[in-house]
């Protein structure tokens, strides 16, 4: 199908005047609107508005440019078919072989953090979703594109077959455009649902990243959906299973909550032991040596580049995944001569982003729907509950369990210095019997919890769970508050002259 006229209409306008020369030069009639027009005349690319194609004005500050019978006349009328092409030449509609359409930014404009409802409905694209779908629709004969990157192909392709694009590429670009304007319309569902607070659907679709090898075990079939592969990058090792996918995901959640160079070490989603030094070596050490029969086939991650001398502490035991920002050229020889271990950078996007994310789990009958546990650390010296107050290193070491608890399965509970773990205990039935493992883990690696601070996920239902901790070493421990026995807590931490903080947050994980 040769290409005679496009209709060109961008807000991402990377690559199209580059695109709309080419098409120009082969003799392509270039209708366009707004911005877009605008910039291919800078670019001294001949463009026809639209409003002279549609012999109708731009009304409605620009809301109705594209919504005209001769556009999608231009588009829908099928080619070859005596009843349409008479149709055609009687109103007058020209044919449009070629739609070059991205949408409104409404994603962009709702990631802001102090955007008005107003302002995300401007956001939302009528003409441009209304365009795609009508060429997508009629894909026989016209040639669709969502994204610039496909502007190659095209021009590649259209060079090989004369000026033209074949059908192959004509259905994989429609289905692409489809699945486009299904996501682009779920966000502004589900935007406005939330914003409406209705009873509305929700609804979800995940472009496919990869078939599995298998799921959790390997009798279960799985696939990986959405854009996890533009958050990380596989450099080296085998295929990811289901399994290292979700470790992978744990531990870059959990390195998101420190911004000190650190180095933490999970299995099982869970964490091992995390430790921050300005020396990544010293920040190994201080993960490793809070557990060190764990991390063995574990998930190790660190939010600094790797370097020859941490990449040689940690070859020492054997590792499932590695997961930095980079790799130095010497490390990364150094970890690939292991061919079970997988390298994995970690890409800008897979860090960016979290607070307008939501956690789905799958449930019998059903998907539960959550916003993200996210969110930084407030000032916690306003919310010492005891009679006195902790010291600047308690006080650090608070912080430092916080962040780590929160990533823990429940009920859990962590004894933290100022710069590491020092025992974690994870997915118990009792917050006691969480906090006897942590004590235990901490003895079997040889570390001392004396002036330690114990950090619990939830609140202390009884005092013998901060009494456990106090024998244990703990000076300081930080807690969310709100059990009915509060004060006989806190009461038992004044006892003892320990420094507590109710934070008012509770970070349970099932």
């Known amino acids: 199908m040769k290409i005679t006229r496009a209709l060109i209409s961008v807000s991402d306008k990377r690559g199209v005047a580059e695109f709309a020369r080419v098409l120009e030069k082969q003799g392509v ?50 080619r070859g078919n005596a009843l349409h092409e008479e149709q055609a030449k009687e109103q007058g509609f020209q044919p449009i072989d070629l739609v070059v359409v991205n949408l409104y930014p409404f994603e962009k404009t709702i990631a802001k953090p102090d955007v008005t409802l107003a302002e995300a409905i401007e956001q939302i694209d009528i003409g441009g979703p209304s365009m795609i779908r009508s060429a997508a629709k009629n ?5 669709v594109v969502v994204d610039p990157a496909d502007y190659d192909t095209v021009l590649e392709t259209m060079s090989d077959h004369e000026g033209g694009t074949t059908l192959r590429l004509r259905e994989r670009l429609a289905i692409k455009a489809f699945i486009k304007t299904s996501a682009y319309d779920r966000t502004i569902a589900n935007f406005l649902n939330r914003e409406q607070t209705t009873d509305a659907s929700f609804s979800l679709s995940l ?50 909550e420190f911004t000190a160079p650190t180095v933490a070490i999970l299995k099982h989603t869970n964490p091992c032991g995390v430790g921050s030094d300005p020396d990544l070596r010293e920040a190994w050490e201080k993960a490793f040596a809070t ?48 061919k079970n271990l997988r390298l994995i950078r970690s890409l800008p996007a897979g860090t960016a982003g979290a607070e307008s994310e939501q956690d789905l789990r799958s449930v019998r009958g059903g998907v539960l729907v959550q916003d993200k546990d996210v969110g930084p650390v407030v000032d916690l010296t306003t919310k010492v509950v005891t009679k006195r107050k902790p010291t600047d290193e308690e006080l650090a070491a608070m912080i430092f369990g916080w962040r780590v608890v929160k990533h823990v399965k429940s009920n859990a509970i962590v004894y933290a210095a100022r710069d590491r773990t020092l025992g974690i205990g994870a ?35 009884f005092a013998d769970g901060l009494l456990a901790a106090a024998d244990a070493g703990a000076t300081a421990a930080i807690q969310p508050g709100g059990s009915v026995r509060d004060a006989e807590v806190i009461a038992a931490a004044d006892e003892r002259d320990m420094a507590m903080i109710f934070t008012g947050v509770r970070h349970f994980r099932h």
């Open 207 to 256: 472009p496919l990243v990869t078939r599995l090898r298998y799921g959790e075990n390997p009798h279960q079939t799985a696939a990986l959906y959405g854009d996890f592969d533009q958050c990380f990058e596989k450099l080296h090792g085998k295929e990811l299973s289901f399994n290292n996918i979700l470790d992978i995901s744990a531990a870059t959640n959990l390195m998101s």
């Open 427 to 461: 997915g118990q039935m009792s917050r006691v019997d969480a906090s006897r493992i942590a004590v235990w883990k901490g003895a079997e690696a040889g570390l001392s919890l004396r002036g330690s601070a114990v950090a619990s996920d939830a609140f202390f239902p």
């Open 291 to 338: 557990d060190k029969q764990a991390p063995f086939g574990g998930i190790i991650i660190c939010n600094r580049p790797i370097n020859q001398e941490l990449a040689r502490a940690i070859s020492e035991i054997f590792s499932e995944v590695i997961i930095a920002p980079e790799f130095g050229d010497r490390a990364r020889a150094l970890f690939q001569k292991k």
């Open 29 to 78: 009639d270039i209708i366009s609107t707004g911005g877009t027009a605008e910039l291919l005349r800078k670019e001294d690319v001949p463009v026809r508005d639209i409003s002279s194609f549609t012999d109708y004005p731009e009304v409605l500050e620009g809301r109705v440019k594209t919504l005209h019978p001769r556009v999608h006349g231009g588009l829908l009328y099928k």
């Open 139 to 143: 894909y026989e004969s016209v040639t």
